[in-house]
């Protein structure tokens, strides 16, 4: 009985996320889901995006929390367009929230939506939102066993980033290990290094975002 329910919560969540997937190509928006564990750099990485993009993509963003609104301020200052949703205690998104949340963004004056999911490396995984593109964020503090560990958040991802690689050396993280595993789980996922402290590897994940708004756009 217990299965069937679950069964039946990600069936309609999938509902709402056809519908929400409907409404982002209709618009000509790219969604990225942006997951990773608590503490793992999300925001900080998106604040480095928005320096990069803000003045050439139209960005809005969606953030996910169990509570507060703290990383949504840190978003605000950047002029970007972004609403906090708080789960209560929800360890994940659902594809529900998204779409009342998109209700209340002019999707027709943005180019890219990039939903910040709640911290989290199980969870939001399974939920999908209606994206157009999933990815991972991995800082080398939490220890490079976590792509094997936590298997479908890398399988799910389509780009994964190895965030505050300027801590590797004060770190017992194996970087050559965690890209192959990442990979193993994952053949041609893209996989960037990157620093949100010295900048290294940003610019190739902007890269990636305005590949990802040019081929939704069609050009």
Same mark, same amino acid.
């Given at each position: 009985?217990?299965?069937?329910?679950?069964?039946?919560?990600?069936?309609?969540?999938?509902?709402?996320?056809? *519908?929400?997937?409907?409404?982002?190509?209709?618009?000509? %928006?790219?969604?990225?889901? @942006?997951?990773?564990?608590?503490? +793992?750099?999300?925001?900080?990485?998106?604040?480095?995006?928005?320096?990069?993009?803000?003045?050439?993509?139209?960005?809005?963003?969606?953030?996910?929390?169990?509570?507060?609104?703290?990383?949504?301020?840190?978003? /605000?200052?950047?002029?970007?367009?972004?609403?906090?949703?708080?789960? =209560?205690?929800?360890?994940?998104?659902? =594809?529900?929230?998204?779409?009342?949340? +998109?209700?209340?963004?002019?999707?027709?004056?943005?180019?890219?939506? %990039?939903?910040?999911?709640?911290?989290?490396?199980?969870?939001?995984? *399974?939920?999908?939102?209606?994206?157009?593109?999933?990815? %991972?964020?991995?800082?080398?503090?939490?220890?490079?066993?976590?792509?094997?560990?936590?298997?479908?958040? @890398?399988?799910?991802? /389509?780009? =994964?980033?190895?965030?505050?690689?300027?801590?590797?050396?004060?770190?017992?993280?194996?970087?050559?290990?965690?890209?192959?595993?990442?990979?193993?789980?994952?053949?041609?996922? =893209?996989?960037?290094? %990157?620093?949100?402290?010295?900048?290294?590897?940003?610019? +190739?994940?902007?890269?990636?975002?305005?590949?990802?708004?040019?081929?939704?756009?069609?050009?």
């Amino acid at each position: 009985m217990e299965i069937k329910v679950i069964k039946n919560i990600l069936g309609e969540n999938d509902r709402f996320a056809a *519908e929400n997937m409907a409404l982002f190509k209709d618009k000509n %928006v790219f969604v990225v889901n @942006f997951m990773g564990s608590p503490g +793992a750099g999300k925001t900080s990485v998106l604040e480095r995006t928005m320096e990069k993009l803000g003045g050439e993509l139209r960005m809005a963003v969606i953030e996910g929390d169990l509570f507060t609104s703290k990383d949504a301020d840190r978003i /605000d200052k950047y002029g970007v367009p972004v609403i906090q949703i708080n789960t =209560a205690g929800g360890c994940h998104l659902d =594809a529900n929230m998204v779409q009342k949340t +998109a209700k209340d963004i002019d999707l027709d004056a943005l180019d890219l939506l %990039v939903i910040e999911n709640v911290g989290n490396l199980v969870c939001p995984a *399974e939920f999908a939102l209606g994206e157009d593109a999933r990815a %991972v964020v991995l800082s080398v503090t939490e220890g490079d066993d976590k792509p094997m560990k936590y298997p479908l958040m @890398f399988k799910e991802s /389509d780009i =994964a980033l190895i965030n505050k690689v300027d801590l590797a050396p004060y770190c017992n993280f194996n970087r050559a290990s965690a890209k192959a595993d990442i990979e193993m789980l994952h053949p041609g996922i =893209a996989v960037h290094e %990157v620093s949100c402290t010295t900048g290294a590897g940003i610019d +190739a994940w902007c890269d990636w975002l305005r590949k990802g708004v040019a081929k939704k756009k069609g050009h």
